[in-house]
């Protein structure tokens, strides 16, 4: 079940218009996609593809695939971007995205200290010209899911 006035059930309404950086891998239970507004190239978000405001409320079935998707797309990344850790994380406070969803990033070696942990958040929302472009998104969404295919 999806809810209309939701950001990530609306996008799951309409995926099969998706770009490759909104569905770059599935099964399901989750989406994996490239992160909106970001200065981090592979910056992943893992959704739920049923209309979820708590990790709670996920079913036995969702949860158990939950971790087998949290260390594969670690693994991926770490295979396609070299980072030295990802980062997983979840809150589901912004406006507008109450859907839980996990933040799977890549953190590399040479990553400021000042943007490493929870500051990492300060790569999101970045102004247009450092965010990392919709085709560079889609190239990294192609990458990953042959890498998770593989």
């Known amino acids: ?7 990530a059930c609306d996008k799951e309404a309409r ?14 239970h989750w989406r ?14 893992l959704l739920p593809r049923r209309h979820v405001t708590a990790v709670h409320e996920l079913t036995d079935a969702e949860a158990a695939a939950l971790g087998t998707w949290q260390v594969g797309l ?11 850790k990802t980062y997983v994380i979840q809150f589901a406070e912004a406006e507008g995205f109450s859907h839980v969803h996990f933040h799977i990033v890549p953190r590399m070696d040479d990553l400021p200290r000042e943007l490493r ?22 190239e990294i969404a192609r990458t990953l899911r042959r890498e998770l295919t593989s």
Do not use: K, N
Not at 1 to 7: S, V
């Open 1 to 7: 079940m999806t809810t209309p006035d939701c950001y």
């Open 15 to 28: 995926f099969d218009t998706l770009p490759p950086r909104e569905r770059i891998a599935t099964d399901t």
């Open 32 to 45: 994996v996609v490239h992160a909106l507004d970001t200065a981090l190239p592979g910056w992943l978000v």
């Open 74 to 84: 670690s693994r991926a990344l770490h295979r396609v971007t070299g980072c030295a």
């Open 117 to 138: 942990g929870p500051r990492v958040f300060g790569l999101l929302q970045r102004p247009e010209q450092e965010r990392v472009r919709p085709d560079q998104a889609d």
